[in-house]
């Protein structure tokens, strides 16, 4: 069993930065794929990003590659996503996601393929 609690979210101008984190108790944590992901109001949960259990792979959707980063410290258990030149088309509730006892090789990009979930962190980008 894991669980995961999300952190960081906020209020920003475009262009500005922010660092979710997801806290995830759990011994099954370092052999678990980690994602992101994002739910707008009145829109479907999108994909963000993911690493792998190493974190040495990682993946990213179209429209928030070269300003995001997802990194995770399998020291204190926890995944980081950093985001900068946050556009108003960011704004979402910021899910994180673990599919536990994977190999290291993979790297999970859709949500059914995920088993577990935190509550998610608002995050709101004003123009």
């Known amino acids: 069993q894991l669980q995961l609690v999300e952190s960081g979210g906020g209020s920003v101008q475009a262009g500005g930065s922010l660092r979710l984190s997801c806290a995830v108790s759990?011994?099954?944590?370092?052999?678990?794929?980690m994602g992101w992901f994002r739910q707008a109001p009145g829109k479907e949960r999108e994909y963000v990003a993911s690493?792998?259990?190493?974190?040495?792979?990682?993946h990213y959707t179209d429209s928030v590659k070269g300003r995001f980063t997802i990194s995770r410290d399998n020291a204190k258990n926890t995944v980081y996503l950093q985001m900068n030149n946050l556009k108003p088309e960011d704004t979402a509730v910021y899910l994180c996601?673990?599919?536990?006892?994977?190999?290291?090789?993979?790297?999970?990009?859709?949500?059914?393929?995920?088993?577990?979930w935190g509550q998610g962190t608002q995050v709101t980008v004003s123009s």
């Open positions: 996601a673990a599919r536990a006892g994977i190999d290291d090789w993979v790297v999970v990009t859709t949500a059914r393929d995920y088993n577990y």
């Open positions: 759990g011994r099954t944590f370092r052999t678990a794929s």
């Open positions: 690493a792998s259990a190493s974190g040495l792979r990682t």
